[in-house]
T-cell receptor, first 113, second 114 residues
């Protein structure tokens, strides 16, 4: 069974630009969560989608948005990039709703110059 | 908001030694997860603990959960170099406004030296 895939793996952008990251969950998984990982703040929750609906959102500004498609693939978008947005963005999917064991993708390393 | 504290944050130990990593959390929950992260890599699921008193073991690692004390431990037995990584504990309460969200500790960076 293929794992969670994320594209692109690496991105370099400049301040003010916008970026879209993509995540394909494990086949059959309908819940996708996004996290931001930085050395200073650790792992922080961005949002969670289930059946194309955002069910939960972390404490991030409105520049961070996401969506989920009918095939459970998810995208997140960051507009008006800031230097502080440089981070590893991790996507995770889960199959069993009874527990919250999440399986993580390899991440997208975003560098904002 | 649920707080998760891990200690120590840095752990340097000699091969063959034993040690325990602690994970405390602030809100009632009976679901706790341990992950491993190698440098530059993603998170790998190690253990899922779903009830008070749960104990799971895999190789030289053993995890346990005490929901009354809001404490989980990850015990390392006879450490080997391959265990060098960062270990995260995560808690969820997965209801209402917290659906699908894991609350992570800051991680314990483990280095095992010969």
């Amino acid at each position: 069974k293929a794992g969670v895939t994320q594209t692109p793996r690496y991105l370099i952008k400049t301040r003010g630009q916008q970026v879209t990251l993509s995540c394909s969950p494990i086949s059959g998984h309908r819940s996708v969560s996004w996290y931001q990982q930085t050395p200073g703040q650790g792992l922080q929750f961005l949002f969670e989608y289930f059946s194309e609906t955002q069910r939960n959102k972390g404490n991030f500004p409105g520049r961070f948005s996401g969506r989920q498609f009918s095939n459970s693939r998810s995208e997140m978008n960051v507009s008006t990039l800031e230097l502080g947005d440089s981070a590893l963005y991790l996507c995770a999917s889960r199959g069993r709703l009874a527990i919250n064991e999440q399986f993580f993708g390899p991440g997208t390393r975003l560098t904002v110059l | 908001e649920l707080k998760v504290e891990q200690n120590p944050l840095f752990l340097s130990m000699q091969e063959g030694k034993n040690y325990t990593i602690y994970c405390n959390y602030s809100t009632t929950s009976d679901r706790l997860y341990w992950y491993r992260q190698d440098p530059g890599k993603s998170l790998e699921s190690l253990f899922v603990l779903l009830s008070n008193g749960a104990v799971k073991q895999e190789g030289r690692l053993m995890a346990s959960l005490d929901t009354k004390a809001r404490l989980s431990t990850l015990h390392i037995t006879a450490a080997v170099h391959d265990l060098s990584a960062t270990y995260f504990c995560a808690v969820d309460i997965d209801r209402g406004s917290t659906l699908g969200r894991l609350y992570f500790g800051r991680g314990t960076q483990l280095t095992v030296w010969p």
